[in-house]
């Protein structure tokens, strides 16, 4: 009866410890989620700000051209100078925006220096 009371005993630890590490992984996961949305809200943010500063770029070109019809050449520099800008711009926010989230997901900090160094490799 004895070593019977004994394996019982050692079956509910065993279930109890199962238990837990349910209970963590579920939890974990949780976390997990709430991270990615963080991570997608901010995305969301950057997107919205890259379309609103595109809309503006947009205009300032549009103001230009409609300023002085003869200055045609000095005009589309000036829309090539700030198109360029507008993408750093976008690379920049798309950069940081990608340390964030990664940052969120593993949970400690990233160099934010190497991973543009990364990122602005692969947007060549």
Same mark, same amino acid.
């Given at each position: $009866?004895? $070593?019977?009371?004994?394996? #019982? !005993? %050692?079956?509910?630890?065993? $279930? ?5 590490? %349910?209970?963590?992984? =579920? ?7 709430? %991270?990615?949305?963080? +991570? ?8 919205? /700000? =890259? $379309?609103?500063?595109?809309?503006? =770029?947009?205009?300032?070109? #549009?103001?230009?051209? @409609?300023? #002085?019809?003869?200055?045609? !050449?000095?005009? /589309? ?10 993408? #750093? ?5 798309? =950069? ?5 989230? +990664?940052? %969120? ?7 934010? @220096? ?9 947007? /060549?």
């Amino acid at each position: $009866m004895k $070593m019977l009371d004994e394996r #019982s !005993r %050692k079956i509910r630890e065993s $279930m109890d410890e199962v238990q837990k590490v %349910k209970d963590q992984a =579920a939890q974990t996961e949780e976390e997990f989620k709430k %991270k990615i949305d963080a +991570a997608s809200k901010e995305g969301q943010e950057v997107i919205a /700000r =890259a $379309m609103r500063t595109g809309e503006e =770029a947009r205009q300032r070109r #549009s103001w230009k051209r @409609n300023r #002085s019809p003869g200055a045609g !050449r000095k005009a /589309r520099v000036e829309i090539q100078r700030e198109r360029d800008e507008t993408i #750093s711009e976008l690379r920049q926010e798309f =950069a940081d925006l990608t340390v964030v989230a +990664a940052e %969120k997901v593993i949970g400690q900090s990233l160099d934010k @220096n190497a991973h543009r160094q990364i990122i602005d490799q692969g947007f /060549r």
